[in-house]
């Protein structure tokens, strides 16, 4: 459907002009949608491999406090001794205009609080393992927000570049159309006047 325009040469330069900014603005967001969702696919590829070690490192780690507990019994009050983890920072970084978390947390295994005296190599191994679940859960945390964000972004980016080339785009270059056929045919209608015009005053020479 053609926009509803008066059809004179400026109105028709001025949607030539829009037609072109909206092509534009579609090839644009195409190009911005595949960036997107090549950087996801990424994410996603990473995030199941992680998924795959959190598995395997969580159940080696709940083993090695299943073997810690049963040579030292429930180790409920030794884990009070252990401080609540503040060395997670967030941050961000753009992709293509979408802000992407970054999680940052103290790597370096922790220093001991509880008494080598009081414990064993079982519980200092749990212990190593479930830091190494923590490091791992924090990195498949920050893919994951970033893959929900980018799908979003995504979503969004694929909706407007469809309003543009199937919407949009047509009305442009139908309204393009409906002008340029009215000027051609105020043209021929003038051209025609004049001719009558002149064969009138020949006739009345």
Do not use: W
């Amino acid at each position: 459907m053609a926009l509803q325009v008066t059809p004179t040469k400026g109105s028709l330069i001025n949607t030539k002009k829009s037609l072109e900014l909206s092509k534009l603005g579609f090839e644009l967001l195409d190009k911005k949608r595949n960036i997107l969702v090549k950087e996801m696919m990424t994410l996603i590829d990473h995030a199941n491999k992680i998924q795959s070690k959190i598995d395997s490192t969580y159940q080696d780690a709940y083993d090695a406090l299943r073997y810690a507990n049963i040579t030292l019994g429930f180790c409920s009050d030794i884990a009070s001794t252990v401080p609540v983890e503040n060395s997670l920072q967030l941050s961000y970084h753009s992709v293509m205009g979408v802000e992407i978390p970054i999680l940052t947390i103290e790597a370096t295994p922790p220093a001991l609080t509880y008494g080598l005296y009081s414990t064993n190599t079982l519980l200092d191994d749990a212990y190593s393992k479930f830091h190494e679940v923590k490091l791992l859960t924090t990195e498949l945390a920050e893919i994951e927000n970033s893959i929900y964000r980018l799908a979003n972004a995504i979503k969004k980016t694929q909706k407007r570049a469809n309003a543009l080339r199937n919407i949009m785009i047509p009305r442009f270059e139908e309204t393009v159309k409906f002008i340029s056929d009215s000027l051609d045919e105020k043209e021929r209608e003038e051209f025609i006047r004049l001719k009558v015009i002149k064969n009138n005053k020949e006739q009345n020479l």
